[in-house]
């Protein structure tokens, strides 16, 4: 007897310009400093990203000035 394969969720690459924007707007929107977790959370409708790619698009934005890492808070 063969077993069906499941079907796999359908996931799309998305450019690293756009996951910044993504990301930046998520920034922007929460109004308060927040993790890289909560900015998962607020984007988990809209898309579906690993925990490394948030933190590989905010070293981005940090070193583009467009954001800033606040380590008392461990926030952004």
């Known amino acids: ?43 988990r409708g809209k898309v579906t990203l690993a925990p490394q790619t948030v933190y590989r698009a905010l070293d981005r934005l940090i070193t583009a000035g467009s954001a800033h890492r606040l380590e008392s808070l461990n926030a952004f």
């Open 1 to 43: 007897m063969t077993q069906k394969p499941l079907p796999r969720k359908e996931t799309k690459r998305r450019p690293a310009a756009e996951q910044d924007k993504m990301i930046a707007d998520a920034l922007r929107g929460a109004g308060r400093p927040v993790s890289a977790y909560e900015i998962i959370d607020q984007l």
